[in-house]
């Protein structure tokens, strides 16, 4: 139903692959047909630019921070006096936590507010949807958030890890900790589903049996029966790929039923800083979660920023991975089109190949081949004071292999 409801939105949006042009492939590689002429307006003293972000609905618990981030450095780039000497001027809507929203506000900040460049995004299914939307208009998207690989195209920049920078890492870990078992839990979509064929196949590889697979509708918050199951099947660990505030039901849920860290580890690929709050700590203090940044960083760039965040959001404000790597990805832009020295998207794209730039993370440089970065792999584990501390490094950053090339035991799930 959600892929009907999606395809619909396309189709009313003029979208369809016959009409709308140049339309990217998975792997991409662009069709003949031309794209939609942009309207970006270039002439003034300013520039506009899209920020689009669930500020509503169940993402609304990650997203918020995103767009803070965002809206930050916009703030630091005009101040500093914009980018080619014009402003950045932000069209803000609301992704609501509905793919089709996503969709529908995509089009309408390319084709209505002719904005230069979108940023935001959150769940994989959000992603899908304005992907068409981007390719068709040769728009550019700059998704911020970590997701399951096997996808890149010219018309995105990922800024957060693909899989063999977090979920790859994170089942390294769990092996050399002794897991020689695992039960799936993830929210009903695109993420976790395909998040969850990597883990099998990682499994069936490294002599891992995975005990169970269950999924969530995103927003689910009775995990009563889910729970049970996890506890029934009594694996080594948990790898959780819930998205949302349905964490905040699954972890109260897992307490109550008395397990712990100690005794069955949950290693969560979404859950960071900002959602250690709404789950409460006591719900999850000691339990594993891979990322590729942490507030407790400490590099003198990484405490500057956490310091400007608190400084404009307040001191009980907390920094966290997708929130950096959308704040990296507006810098990143901003070096692109420098370099390029044009606002147009065949510029940007020919020039973003080996874009640096000296983020919280540490530096990061883009992949001009499939427009990912290098990241380094961080798993932390929560304190009692709600923050994450490093607990083991990949000690350099890891070039980005969306597509699991590199890896034997995946050669079929590109397929």
Not at 209 to 222: R, S, V
Not at 233 to 251: I, M, P, Q, W
Not at 281 to 302: F, H, K, L, R, S
Not at 315 to 332: F, G, I, R
Request: hydrophobic fraction near 40%; charged fraction near 20%; proline fraction near 4%.
């Amino acid at each position: 139903m959600r892929r009907t409801a999606v395809t619909a939105v396309f189709l009313s949006l003029g979208l369809a692959l016959t009409a709308c042009g140049s339309r990217v492939d998975s792997a991409g590689t662009g069709g003949s047909a031309p794209a939609a002429a942009s309207c970006v307006d270039t002439s003034g003293s300013s520039i506009k630019i899209g920020f689009l972000n669930s500020r509503s609905g169940t993402m609304a618990i990650s997203e918020n921070t995103v767009y803070n981030s965002l809206k930050m450095a916009s703030d630091e780039i005009n101040a500093a006096g914009g980018v080619l000497g014009k402003q950045l001027t932000v069209v803000a809507e609301d992704g609501a936590s509905e793919p089709t929203v996503f969709a529908e506000k995509a089009q309408k900040l390319i084709r209505s507010d002719c904005t230069a460049a979108v940023f935001g995004g959150w769940t994989s299914s959000s992603r899908k949807a304005m992907l068409p939307v981007f390719e068709g208009n040769n728009a550019l998207l700059f998704y911020p958030v970590q997701y399951e690989g096997l996808e890149s195209s010219k018309n995105i920049f990922y800024t957060g890890a693909t899989t063999n920078q977090q979920i790859v890492p994170a089942l390294d870990y769990l092996k050399e900790k002794g897991a020689k078992s695992l039960f799936l839990v993830g929210s009903d979509y695109v993420f976790p589903q395909t998040a969850n064929k990597i883990i099998k196949a990682y499994a069936a590889a490294n002599g891992m049996e995975i005990k169970g697979e269950e999924y969530a509708p995103l927003g689910y918050t009775d995990f009563s029966t889910i729970v049970s199951k996890v506890k029934s099947a009594d694996a080594d660990a948990v790898f959780n790929t819930l998205n949302g505030d349905s964490n905040v039901a699954f972890f109260k849920e897992y307490k109550n039923a008395g397990l712990t860290a100690d005794a069955m580890p949950v290693l969560s690929v979404s859950i960071a800083e900002e959602e250690v709050g709404g789950i409460g700590v006591d719900n999850i203090v000691g339990q594993p979660v891979a990322w590729n940044y942490y507030e407790t960083i400490d590099t003198p760039e990484n405490k500057k920023f956490v310091q400007d965040f608190k400084t404009v959001y307040g001191a009980d404000k907390v920094t966290s991975d997708p929130m950096e790597a959308a704040y990296t990805s507006l810098y990143l832009w901003k070096g692109m089109v420098e370099k390029a020295n044009s606002f147009a998207v065949p510029d940007i794209q020919a020039a973003a190949g080996g874009v640096t730039f000296t983020a919280p993370e540490g530096t990061v440089t883009v992949n001009g081949d499939n427009h990912h970065i290098a990241k380094t792999a961080l798993i932390g584990k929560i304190a009692q004071d709600g923050l994450i501390y490093t607990d083991w490094s990949s000690g350099k950053p890891i070039e980005p292999d969306p597509y699991l090339k590199s890896y034997p035991w995946a050669g079929s799930l590109s397929s």
